[in-house]
């Protein structure tokens, strides 16, 4: 989404006071706002689609997936990546002589590939097992800003910009630094509104070397302000060979543009920074900087409660299922606390429910999804109850198989 840029004067520190790209950012909020509105309900009107026949109610449902539930590091979390955004933004003044001298100045490729430097504006990780949230938690905490502000001119003074805010790509599972560019390219132009069209960077760099495009990309990336990069699934890298090339290749990079990065990654990544010592920062960043997703011990977690009474108000069934203690338990029991699983479990046995005509939702609903849409995870599962597993692949590969893209908030 592109906006106007709207410069602000208040609830800003006043540090930032005459800095545009801050100004254009949205408020700071007070910490009830805040959670208010991370707390997402989906956009839907239940009642007036209880009224539809069954078999088209059915296509509601996957309205729940835009329920969100803030996580107990959501807070926290948000505050830490406001902090480092406006740091960021707050050291690249755009009429500083300084940040024009650093705008004119050619990206050199040696400052990207040669000596490594991993002074960065800021770096996040947030770590959690597969299907606990970490996507989700980034985007709808990055959705709390426009991704891309117009700014034409700033107190009578002319300044044509357009700031990119923020992107967001995915880690290729190849391990090809072309896939990261042309993701990277395609987040940009994603961001500016051009993607697909004749001037759009990923198809002016279709053939283009990866030298080239670090460069140009480099180039488009400092001329956007680009406040922000979100690395997601970082754990992909641990599986191929330039993995760990490729992650100082992003820090690298993103210390150049003085741009800040959150990764999101299983705990597996910790080992990787552990024995490197190039990573200093990075290691730092994930002892002091980074948010765990825990995946609830019991039905009596307060953060699995929330969303099992959330969740439990969004049901298309004439009679809804009462939301007791035991079916908590029960669900729990099935999901294991996997927030993702849960979700797929009350959705499923819903559409089940309408499917095959019953007019009640019912525990035999859930024990069917369980039974036959969790099948191929019956074994993990079972292993992860009795304590012997902890983040196997095959949930990240379920629940890649079943996913519909992330709502943004
Ligand atoms: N806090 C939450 N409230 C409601 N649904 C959630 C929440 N966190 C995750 N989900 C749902 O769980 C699924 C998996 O979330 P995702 O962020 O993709 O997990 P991860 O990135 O950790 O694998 C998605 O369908 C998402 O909408
Ligand atoms: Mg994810």
Redesign the pocket.
């Known amino acids: 989404m592109i906006v106007d840029a709207n410069y602000k004067k208040e609830n800003i520190p006043v540090r930032f006071l005459g800095n545009p790209l801050i100004e254009a950012l949205p408020e700071i909020m007070e910490p009830i706002a805040l959670l208010k509105l991370l707390a997402l309900k989906p956009k839907h009107d239940l009642a007036a689609s209880k009224r539809s026949p069954a078999h088209v109610r059915i296509y509601d449902v996957p309205c729940l997936?835009e329920?969100?539930?803030?996580?107990p590091v959501a807070m926290e979390f948000c505050v830490s990546v406001d902090q480092m955004l406006l740091n960021s933004y707050g050291g690249r003044h755009p009429f500083s002589r300084d940040t024009q001298e650093w705008l004119h100045s050619p990206v050199e490729l040696m400052r990207i590939q040669g000596a490594f430097s991993d002074t960065l504006q800021g770096m996040i990780f947030v770590i959690?097992g597969?299907?606990?949230?970490?996507?989700?938690?980034v985007r709808v905490c990055l959705s709390r800003y426009p991704q891309c502000i117009r700014h034409t001119s700033y107190n009578g003074r002319e300044f044509n910009q357009m700031q990119v805010v923020s992107i967001s790509v995915e880690v290729p599972s190849t391990g090809s630094f072309k896939t990261l560019m042309h993701r990277l390219f395609g987040a940009l132009d994603d961001a500016l509104g051009q993607p697909g069209k004749p001037d759009s960077y990923v198809v002016e760099h279709e053939d283009s070397s990866v030298d080239t495009m670090l460069l140009k990309f480099a180039d488009a990336a400092k001329n956007h302000f680009l406040g922000l990069i979100h690395i997601d699934d970082l754990q992909r890298s641990l599986e191929v060979h330039s993995g760990k090339a490729i992650v100082k290749f992003i820090i690298q990079l993103a210390s150049v543009l003085k741009c800040p990065v959150i990764f999101?990654a299983t705990e597996e990544v910790t080992a990787m920074f552990e024995d490197i010592k190039k990573f200093e920062s990075a290691r730092r960043a994930i002892k002091e900087g980074s948010f765990y997703?825990h995946q609830a011990a019991s039905a009596d977690d307060p953060f699995f409660s929330r969303?099992f009474v959330e969740a439990m108000k969004w049901q298309w069934t004439d009679e809804p299922i009462a939301p007791s203690e035991p079916l908590k338990k029960l669900l729990f029991n099935m999901c294991v606390g996997i927030?993702?699983l849960f979700?797929f479990l009350h959705t499923q046995a819903q559409t089940r429910a309408l499917m095959i005509g019953a007019t009640a939702l019912k525990l035999e609903h859930y024990v069917h999804v369980y039974r036959h849409g969790l099948r191929p995870l019956r074994r993990v599962l079972h292993a992860i109850r009795n304590g012997q597993s902890q983040q196997p692949k095959e949930i990240e590969e379920f629940?890649k198989a079943v996913?519909d893209p992330?709502?943004g908030g």
């Open positions: 997936k329920l969100y539930v803030p996580p959690g597969s299907g606990m949230g970490k996507t989700r938690l999101s997703m969303l927030t993702a979700v629940l996913s992330q709502p």
